[in-house]
DNA sequence: CCATACGTAACATTATAAGTTACGTGAAAG
DNA sequence: CTTTCACGTAACTTATAATGTTACGTATGG
């Protein structure tokens, strides 16, 4: 008898909430941590990690060395980075899980529909990112000590 | 020469926005609607059209008949329908694109990662649905008198 | 020179909305 | 009563993007 646990699988993007982990644990680190040590932290794969830091070694959050005791290290403080920047630093993905219909519709009632619905997601964009420029990832450390 | 243009396809959940559409333009038929004169004006195929207007039919919001002159009828005004009503009715999918990396997170700092995720995700959930309540189908089917 | 660790291409997997095919049921037209 | 229409629904296929995996190249420290 096999008991094996189907976990929750994601089918949302789950990269910023994986990089924001990753970013407080490197904080902690006294040693650059390898992409393997990470994937496995987060139950993932070193390739995986690497493709994802890689764009925040681009936007100079953090730094990658090669060989013997290379890896990974935070080239920021906490402090200095929020939610947002690491939301963009990703590259910004998409948000919302509701779509338009079309993209340019002609049908008068298909762009009234398509106004209102995106009215609201706007409204709600503006929230969210508001809320990642208000949240330090110093702050998310400051919550995960005991 | 085949000039096809690839229309932007949707890889998120249209299901509001098209039936947003479809129920304004069911207020404004004198007959009964098709499935298949639906997915025409929808780009799309009719059994789509009538697996999602089953959810509103089971809300009491349109009823549909069968055999000749059959079809969809609205079974309410649209000033009694909320954006907030058709959503729930479709069962309230995912507005989110963005997720956390696991359900039930053992380590102290994923939790406050996700914590602060989710915090900001709430918030915003908050400002779709209220707003949503506030929008009702007539809005809509008034803006798109010309 | 060898082990380590990143860089990256190429490919496989997965989940879900969407699309499609097929056939059943019921109702109106004749 | 038979035909046609239109919904009801099961079963299957498709599409897409994140995710996962394999493989190999490159640089670095010992």
Redesign the interface.
């Known amino acids: 008898m096999e008991i094996s646990l189907k ?2 699988v ?5 990269r ?3 990089m ?2 990753v970013l ?2 490197m904080s ?1 680190a006294t040693h650059p941590l390898t992409s393997e040590a990470i994937a496995k ?3 993932t794969n070193p390739v995986v990690i690497r493709r994802t830091l890689a764009h925040l070694r681009e936007e100079g959050f953090v730094e990658s060395t090669k060989g013997h005791g290379g890896g990974w290290i935070l080239s920021r403080s906490l402090d200095s980075m929020s ?1 947002y920047d690491v939301y963009e630093a990703i590259g910004a ?11 340019s519709p002609t ?11 995106s ?3 706007r ?3 503006k ?2 990112l508001s ?2 420029k208000a ?1 330090k990832l110093s ?3 400051k ?4």
Chains 1, 2 share one sequence.
């Open positions: 976990i929750g994601m089918r949302q993007d789950s910023l909430s994986r924001l982990h407080v644990h902690n932290m987060l139950q939610l993905p998409e948000l919302f899980a509701l779509g338009l219909s079309s993209d049908c008068l009632i298909e762009k009234a529909a398509n106004a209102a619905l009215k609201s997601l409204q709600a964009e929230t969210i809320q990642f949240v702050q998310i450390a919550a995960a000590r005991p």
